[in-house]
């Protein structure tokens, strides 16, 4: 069975990619470079892709970032520090995302004879990202249902999962997580204050697995 | 009240872009090159959107020509000639397309505060295209709802036309059909036998419209 898999070069891609690896799929792992400031989040796609010996492409939509402003991840405002589910971190949203990827991953899944189209959506996300709830996966897969003519599904083993629970996941895998990227500064080692480090350093501190990442700051998130 | 919408270049788009204009709407005129054959019908949408005066911007899809191989719209695979609605043109199907240019689309909706996101879906098409019927209009919305956690509705006028009842709308509006292209061919002028120009021409001879189309063959469709 044929998985067109979405991988961002984070954590949860890595772990998703793997777990369904080890199921034994077939997968196809498909990137999107929107400009995204942490473009540099690629190159651990790519030796995701390397690792599990998948094909891998990278679609470029570069051209939409100059239609797409506001977004703190594709402008030049400056990403916000602090917690993940501040309001601050609606700035980083892209709008419409996931319904953009998803939409081109079933096109390519529909090309390919794939049964389905996997994404690292998770219940940590659920609050401020619509595009990863429950009631997203169910109405994107319906209009699937009409659109592609088809039966290929979406598959979601994240969706009710904590990150905390992904990297449990992960380290009973054996990912790799010293070869993820979250920060999305995108500077030279993670910056550990944003939004996205601030989760990535709470999730390892959750699960009670070593957390491999330099930070550039490290005091307490937890204090 | 804004609106982005859907040009291709086409009879259909020329008549919706106008009819949406006539009705007083701020549109942002969107196309897509996704590696067309037909790529010049992109010269003919920008011509639509001087003569309307409206915001123009091609979004740039060729990194995707690759990963969806097996269309005739974007490979070296021969357009077949005949009726619209015949088996062989299932093969000018790119997969899942309208899917992917109305998030596209959503997406730019969100980012400008537009109210409506349009598009030339008619009744002729729901034959082969299952994202141009009504249920798919529905179900992208109500995902949409959820996905942009907005308000932004599809605007479909000519959901319910055929292509002839397009043309006469257009002959009341005074549309220039001269200056848009439908051929899946793209040749120098249009073929007069692929499955579009086929189309075309039975849609102005429905709709009882003098056709100013140059046709490089132009024996009757109606014998």
Same mark, same amino acid.
């Given at each position: 069975m044929k998985v067109i898999t979405i991988v961002s070069g984070g954590m949860d891609s890595a772990v998703l990619a793997t777990h369904l690896a080890e199921r034994k799929y077939e997968q196809h792992l498909?990137? #999107?470079n929107y400009g995204q400031r942490h473009v540099k989040e690629l190159e651990y796609a790519f030796y995701l892709s390397a690792k599990l010996a998948c094909q891998y492409d990278v679609v470029d939509l570069t051209s939409l970032k100059r239609l797409l402003a506001g977004s703190a991840l594709t402008d030049n405002i400056v990403v916000p520090d602090g917690h993940y589910t501040d309001e601050s971190m609606k700035a980083t949203i892209v709008p419409n995302r996931n319904a953009i990827m998803l939409s081109i991953a079933y096109a390519v899944a529909v090309a390919e004879n794939a049964s389905y189209v996997a994404y690292g959506a998770h219940a940590g996300d =659920? &609050?401020?990202?619509?595009?990863c709830r429950p009631s997203f @996966? !169910?109405? #994107?897969?319906?209009? !699937? =249902? @009409?659109? &592609?003519g088809s039966t290929i599904l979406l598959k979601t083993p994240f969706l009710y999962l904590t990150k905390a629970d992904i990297v449990k996941e992960g380290h009973r895998l054996g990912v790799d997580f010293a070869a993820t990227w979250s920060c999305y500064k995108g500077g030279e080692i993670h910056c550990g204050t944003c939004g996205t480090c601030v989760e990535r350093r709470e999730a390892f501190h959750l699960a009670g697995v070593e957390d491999p990442t330099t930070y550039q700051v490290v005091e307490d998130v937890h204090s």
């Open positions: 498909l990137s #999107f =659920h &609050a401020i990202y619509p595009d @996966v !169910e109405r #994107f897969q319906a209009m !699937e =249902h @009409v659109a &592609a």
